[in-house]
């Protein structure tokens, strides 16, 4: 699937589910959405979790 196809499609879910649970079910939905594309890319191997979580400590450097 292609990114803008990708993009329409999460546009399209996040319209519906604000349509029809409010604001606090898209931000529920927006969320759950971002943390399971995170989960994915740790598990393909896309995302250095190690470096997230020294960025969010403050243990970044500058290289």
Do not use: C, E, N
Not at 12 to 24: D, E, K, R
Not at 36 to 56: M, S
């Amino acid at each position: 699937m292609s990114p803008t196809t990708t993009g329409i499609a999460v546009g399209a879910v996040l319209a519906i589910v604000g349509l029809v649970f409010g604001f606090w079910g898209f931000l529920l939905t927006a969320v759950l959405m971002a943390l399971g594309a995170l989960i994915g890319r740790a598990v393909t191997g896309k995302l250095d979790v190690a470096g997230v979580v020294d960025a969010l400590r403050g243990k970044r450097t500058s290289a």
